[in-house]
């Protein structure tokens, strides 16, 4: 995959080159190996490359073609649509958790995470046209993508959100309603789902007593952590 996306050895950025190395392809395909401990390794990797040449940034559109490839199980494609999340929304949660202090004039850096949410958001929508192969894991994760570019995405996946089983009343329903609200841009919606669900997401609620706290930040915040909680431990890579 990784000769099919950079061509060579050396088209690839210097950063990921080691992905066409004879050694690394042996060792990945060592006997006892397995796909899960490959992909999670590949997750720590690029959450540790240095920021200053690129980082994870460099990585995502391979982390995306890998979520897009039907070589994969759908557990593990769900892992990393589920990576794809937390790249997109750490800046709306460091966003979130700083507004008092961005609004008594304190600097936050943000261009590392406004960079990371970028190159994700670029995969989603063409990650969102696999909706109809995936499972509801899958589904829910790509719901919660989609809502950092409603503008490309809402068309598709507003009309879609009751394939999603979500029992009234339940966690994933009240997450649900957040999700259409922001697909939607509806202000009014939102406000209202962000209360229901802040009636059990106590680090919500603390952020919504605060004025400066932006809505949709917050919202997409509290809905990439619905997420996670929703889905199973093994389809959470480190």
Known sequence: MAKRMYGSHGGAPQLLQFLMDDAFLEEIEEPGGSTREFLADLVQMAHHMPTRDGGAVLIIPYLAELARSQALSSGARTSLLHVLLGFASQLDAVTARSADWSAMGGRVELRHFTRLRDAAVA???SLILLWDRESDAARFVLVSLAT???AQTASLVRPRLTDI???RGSDRGDALALAAALLGEDTDALDMAL???AAWDSS???QLENPHTPRPQAARAAL????TRALPDAMQLP
């Open 123 to 125: 995969q989603v929508p």
């Open 148 to 150: 950092f570019c409603p």
């Open 165 to 167: 089983p979500a029992p």
């Open 195 to 197: 209360h229901q669900t």
């Open 204 to 206: 919500l609620a603390e």
């Open 224 to 227: 990439a952590a619905c997420v």
